[in-house]
Each structure stands twice: as C-alpha cells, then as structure tokens.
C-alpha cells in the first residue's frame, strides 16, 4: 500500500500574530512552524501502516523552501521521502490541484490529510482533492483500518460516530482521535540523521492560478474589563446582562 500524507506548515499555536502590509500579509518574522497538528495525527497513522502492514509513507507540501525543515521533521518521524510542490499555498483549490497531481503521478491508495490548518481553519482541501481524483472520501475521521482493498473508518458526527467502508483509492481527513496524543512521536538523532539522507523532491507546480486571494487580516477584538457585581445584588446583574451584555 502506497500512502501519501499531506503536511501543512503552520505556525506554532503559542505564535504571536501580527501582520503588514496594511493587513494583507501574514507577518513570519519571530514565528515558530510546526507541522498541522491533524496531519500530524495522519502521519503518526501512517507510520503504524507502515510499520504493522509494510506500506510506503511518503509526505507532500505545497509551499516555498521555507517549508522544507518542517517535511525533513516528517521524515525524521519516519516517512520514506518527502515532495515539495514549489509555489505558495495562498488558495485551497490552487493547493488541492498541486496535490492531485501528485497523487495521479505517484498512484497512492490511500491520501491522509488533516481535516483542516490551523492557520487558515479553510477545511477545503481534503474534499476538493477526492473531488479531483474521483475517489472516495471520509472526513473528521477517528479511526481508520485497512485489510487489503477495504478500509473501515469512524468519523464524528453531530451527537455520535459514524462507522463507515470504503475501498481504495481513499482520501480521509484525520483529526485528534486518529490516534491518541500520547502516540504522538518526537523524532530522536537516529531519526534527525536518516531524514539528512532521505529524498526530499522539488517539482514545479503544474498551474500557478489562483482562485481568491486575502483582500485583509483582521484580529479578533480585545476582551473588554471585567465588571464585578455584588453576589448578593441580582437585580444589577439582570439589568447588566440584559441592558449592557445583550445577553437576556
């Protein structure tokens, strides 16, 4: 079994955002990149594919040189070779049309991408690239298995799970549950050494159109003073709630 893992290169939770170019740009200067932590949960899977089941992982990124470091900590984790599609990610379409040429040119069974980045939060690309590919597809997946040409996945559904097969070739889109955080794995210098000398291929993009782009960035308000009202004066708290708060 062949496995591509999508990998977004995202900032680190604890970043400190900012932005320029009158909020059209997102600002990287001082900003630690990570690995998407739903791929990361992808990738972890995949490993245990490999490892129990022999399949080949490799790991894919659409974006500049500066992504590089974070494919060479996949590799690190384990994944076989890395590719890296040499053009920014600026457009979910741009970026699924980069990734199913890929996959058309590999002939992966089975693509693990996290069901949406932590940056942008667009949840647009695992779908649009099963569109693309015409194959089948499982988002907010939990758990996957595979026996041959079959595979068995759990996904969260409003108020429950949902427990569904499909054959390859599949596209799912992993998130926390996928495995546990505790499987999560911190590459040691055995793993750091072997990713120097794993493939890490650079292809030229097929179509550089891009569909939208960011007119600006705005953040979120800061939260206003805290008001403390006397525990035993309910009718200020009422009329603040429903008068200032808006609340009732």
Known sequence: MKILVCI???????????FTDGDTKFDTNGVQFVINPN???????????KEKQGASVDVVNVGGADTEPTLRKALAIGADSAIRVNTPATDGFQVAKELAKVVKDGGY?????????IDYNGGMVPGMLAGLLDANFINNCISLEVEGEKATAVREIDGGKETLTASLPLVIGGQKGLVEESDLRIPNMRGIMQARKK???VVEPADTSVKTEAVKFEKPAPKGDVKLIDPDNL??????????AKAI
């Open 39 to 49: 791929d990361e949960f992808g990738l972890t899977r995949a490993m245990w594919f």
């Open 235 to 244: 009718d200020e708290l009422i009329d603040l709630l429903h008068n200032e």
């Open 199 to 201: 493939p890490l291929n």
């Open 8 to 18: 977004s290169h995202v900032p680190d939770t604890t970043s400190k955002i900012n």
């Open 109 to 117: 069974d089975l693509v693990i991408a996290g069901r949406e980045s």
